[in-house]
């Protein structure tokens, strides 16, 4: 799966009047919402807060009409206080008293959330149907003995595919540019691993230098610096266009060293002030092979390129505790 422009954890309605497959889910109070009846759920959902999509913006003072995405708006997304509380996956059992699985789904299909159905040993069948008309996104056997397992594997991918849909223009658009490392599903399992390795339960693409913002449940951020071949020729040209030093250049030549100048609004370039003290600006670059070869590593951010921290995924657990 590609990478979506940003993730964050999101909410999970679960809809059953009686489901033990639901019980033996693992504990998250607060990342799942829970309804017994399937009305209430469906009046909740037509009420719940709603995703605020990245901002496009079109030019028509040009001679071809343009359209442009505001990057330095996604990575505000992590100050929204509400962007933990928007319902991204739907899980209903098929049979409900009042209204089955499927008739909750065909109420809910102008929301963008995606729908899981939990199907019994008669119900496979209509429920395979109604994923292949679109109807439902996946559906889950209940008296499949991994049944806990499988609903969790696929909330997660839902969750990620939801981010995927919702910002797909806006992501289609930046792959064409400086991002195209959105559309490789290499760089897509590092930041998998990243987030599995450090902690780490958001991210946002990042402008200047390009990258990728990670921010773990207490907030900590990192920046995931990402180069190009191109990328990298550019860094050895200022460089060298700003009288760097031998060493620096030599590194920079032969992809030995990946740099982020901290200097906020210079684009994270080497600049004369610098002088010597280079290689704490630097890393090693770890290499990561897909239809272009990227040079990445992960610094820490200096709370100046934030204008405001974000609002925590701890902090929203605290307070809706």
């Known amino acids: 799966m590609k990478l979506p422009i940003y993730a964050h954890p999101m909410l999970t309605v679960l809809v059953d009047d009686s489901s033990s497959l639901l019980q033996s889910l693992p504990p998250r109070p607060h990342g799942r919402k829970v309804f017994h009846q399937a009305d209430e759920a469906l009046a909740w959902l037509m009420q719940s807060p709603q995703h605020e999509r990245v901002p496009l913006r079109v030019n028509h003072d040009l001679p071809a009409c343009s359209v442009t995405v505001d990057v330095d708006s996604i990575f505000r997304v992590s100050g929204q206080r509400g962007r933990f509380a928007v319902p991204s996956v739907v899980v209903v059992d098929f049979y409900m008293p009042h209204m089955n699985g499927l008739d909750f789904c065909r109420a809910l299909q102008y ?170 600006y630097c890393q090693e670059p770890q290499v990561c092979r897909g239809e272009q070869t990227y040079y990445w590593a992960l610094f820490e951010l200096p709370p100046s390129y934030l204008s405001e921290q974000p609002y925590t995924h701890a902090q929203y657990l605290s307070e809706a505790a």
């Open 111 to 280: 929301l963008p959330c995606k729908k899981i159905l939990l199907a019994g040993p008669g119900e496979e069948r209509i429920a395979m149907e109604a994923m292949n008309s679109g109807l439902i996104d996946r559906y889950v056997r209940k008296q499949d003995g991994d049944a806990p397992a499988q609903l969790e594997r696929e909330i997660a991918r839902m969750q990620q595919a939801w981010f995927l849909d919702q910002e797909r223009v806006a992501g289609d658009l930046l792959a064409m540019h400086e991002y195209s490392f959105l559309q490789c599903r290499q760089v897509a399992e590092v930041v998998r691993q990243l987030y599995h390795n450090h902690g780490f339960v958001e991210h946002y693409i990042f402008p200047q230098p390009n990258g990728i913002l990670l921010i773990d449940e207490a907030g900590e951020a990192q920046l995931m610096v990402v180069e190009t071949e191109a990328g990298m020729r550019a860094q050895y040209e200022i460089a060298r266009d700003s009288g760097a030093p031998r060493p620096l250049l030599q590194a920079l030549e032969q992809r030995r060293v990946l740099p982020f100048f901290d200097h906020e609004g210079r684009d994270g370039m080497y600049d004369r002030s610098i002088g010597g003290a280079w290689q704490r």
